[in-house]
């Protein structure tokens, strides 16, 4: 990086980048090295959610992400691969969650006003959706794979016809809820206001074009 060159670039507002807009109260803001090219090897999404509202099921397979609550209040499950474990960790404000590079997870908003920083240790992560996971890997690999019916398979996935990212979609017709499943205890982060967390839902790559 020449620092003495006229393109050089320390400041941006992430308003310019947005990553995902579902509606004006669920979406993501983007920053990379793309952007503010002194980033060096560091970037983040500004995420807004309201209550219920889920970053869907994913991964990043070439960056660590930390989740810190700036507002609101957030519960990120991360699968553990190594012990085959959920687990889900309530944070608030000032509270963070550390998913490891390449491990499944999600965010689900707990109330409404949740803001998000998630700060990612690369210039551009890659965001792998389960929703493309889903929609594009044949119905009939599934069916075969795990001894399901196929003709279920197609119907259940059916609706999914794009990236999500942000669930439910807004033409979503069921009427269930996110519910976070107790599977087993971990440590919660420290605070006297947090209560105990318990361990418990385009193109594949970065199909939304993360700039």
Request: glycine share 4%; net charge negative; with cysteine.
């Amino acid at each position: 990086m020449d620092f003495t060159s006229p393109t050089v670039q320390f400041t941006y507002d992430l308003k310019n980048n947005p990553f995902y807009k579902k509606d004006a109260n669920n979406y993501i803001l983007a920053l990379s090295v793309n952007q503010l090219n002194t980033l060096g090897n560091a970037s983040l999404l500004d995420i807004f959610l309201s209550k219920d509202n889920i970053v869907e099921p994913h991964y990043h397979q070439n960056a660590t992400e930390l989740v810190y609550c700036i507002s609101g209040s957030a519960v990120v499950s991360i699968l553990n691969p190594f012990t085959k474990e959920l687990l889900n960790y309530p944070i608030q404000p000032g509270q963070v969650a550390n998913v490891p590079q390449g491990w499944w997870h999600y965010e689900v908003a707990t109330s409404d006003n949740t803001h998000l920083l998630a700060i990612f240790d690369a210039p551009v992560p890659e965001f792998i959706a389960g929703s493309d996971i889903l929609r594009l890997t044949p119905a009939q690999i599934w069916a075969d794979t795990y001894c399901l019916d196929e003709a279920k398979v197609k119907e259940t996935f059916a609706p999914i016809t794009k990236t999500v990212v942000i669930g439910p979609p807004s033409d979503c017709k069921t009427t269930s809820t996110t519910q976070t499943q107790a599977a087993n205890v971990v440590n919660p982060p420290a605070s006297s206001n947090t209560p105990p967390p318990t361990k418990q839902r385009q193109i594949i790559g970065n199909g939304l074009n993360f700039q």
